[in-house]
């Protein structure tokens, strides 16, 4: 281990125990999704939904009052985000055609963006998540996300926004379900201070390194390290400005800063890890083409996606996504995201509901 586990929750280091012996757990793991029935009906559980179910009014309230509006998402798509981090896509023959389930709805979103200024989605997302990821606690298959985005935006303004809700949405579960969540769970919700503290990429880097946490430094921070830095901290912040080709297409480089890209991530404190991962959209049609295939991906798949960067000239957005299953985690203090979901989807284990 790189840490100092005094940073880490409890639930956090119980779910360290539970992998280090990593066959035992792969088994506990396929009983838990093979009969989830059980579990889901214990007391705990049905805190668990209701917190989730809060949670997500409390986002619904905010946004609603800051004059956003709920949009449906796509389920499938003739593309869908490549950018999702050494998972792969689901596909599905469409009348003959190759369509993808939504791996994430953010090349849609900014087409409502223009259409309506500030939307957001509560969309399900499928992503084929390599088999390791059932070690780390916060990876799923299938996974709802709350997608926000807005027109003529900034980061700076999408991260200002990101921890307005935050708060509001932390506040909102402690104000219900305060009481219960410390009884029932031992979880103690408290307000955090704005604003959130906010690192460069680089010095992120910087910091897990003295920490003993090795990450390559124009790469995102690894799983491990991730960690390490939330446990080093007790309120939410934000890691900004990452390195161009660590991200997606579709995060928008600094102009004046060739090689950074205008993006970020939230993460919760305690060793929770990732919360919100957002950015200002690329909108020069040239430099989509451009960034596409420095992917490795072909520019003809992304046909409707380039015909309407042109003809909505410039689509100026910023947005985020924030994941339901880990925010449930963080609220009630739960040792991984597959307790976070009825009818958990994780990698390699099928057999479940």
């Not at 390559?216 to 390490?228: S, Y």
Request: aromatic share 14%; charged share 30%; net charge neutral.
């Amino acid at each position: 281990m790189y840490w100092s586990k005094n940073g880490l929750h409890p639930a956090v280091l119980e779910f360290e125990k539970l992998v280090a012996d990593k066959a035992q757990y792969r088994k506990q793991l396929e009983e838990w999704v093979r009969y989830s029935w059980r579990w889901a009906i214990t007391d705990k559980y049905k805190l668990v939904f209701k917190v989730q179910a809060s949670a997500l009014r409390a986002i619904r309230e905010f946004l609603d009052s800051k004059g956003f509006v709920e949009v449906l998402s796509p389920v499938i798509g003739p593309v869908t985000d490549p950018g999702i981090r050494g998972a792969r896509q689901a596909s599905i023959d469409f009348y003959g055609h190759e369509y993808k389930v939504m791996s994430s709805a953010i090349l849609y979103k900014q087409y409502m963006a223009a259409s309506l200024g500030k939307i957001y989605f509560v969309s399900p997302n499928v992503r084929l998540e390599p088999l390791d990821s059932i070690y780390t606690g916060r990876h799923l298959v299938e996974f709802y996300q709350v997608d926000v985005e807005m027109y003529k935006a900034s980061y700076i303004d999408a991260m200002d926004l990101a921890e307005e809700l935050v708060s509001y949405v932390v506040r909102y579960v402690r104000d219900v379900h305060g009481k219960e969540l410390e009884e029932k769970l031992g979880r103690q919700l408290r307000d955090f201070q704005r604003p959130f503290k906010r690192y460069p990429h680089k010095e992120a880097v910087e910091f897990v390194n003295k920490l003993g946490c090795r990450n390559p430094p124009r790469e995102e921070l690894l799983w491990e390290c991730e960690k390490l830095m939330s446990a080093h901290h007790d309120a939410p912040f934000f890691i900004y400005d990452y390195p161009r080709g660590s991200r997606g297409f579709y995060d928008r480089e600094d102009p004046e800063r060739p090689g950074v890209l205008r993006d970020f991530d939230m993460l919760y404190p305690e060793g929770f890890g990732e919360a919100i991962s957002g950015a200002e959209r690329e909108y020069e049609p040239e430099k989509l083409v451009e960034r596409i295939r420095e992917g490795g991906e072909d520019p003809a798949r992304y046909q409707w996606f380039l015909q309407m960067a042109k003809e909505l000239y410039p689509l100026q957005t910023a947005g985020f996504g924030i994941g339901v299953e880990r925010l449930t985690r963080y609220l009630c203090g739960l040792r991984a995201v597959w307790e976070a979901r009825p009818y958990p989807k994780v990698a390699g284990i099928a057999g479940g509901p």
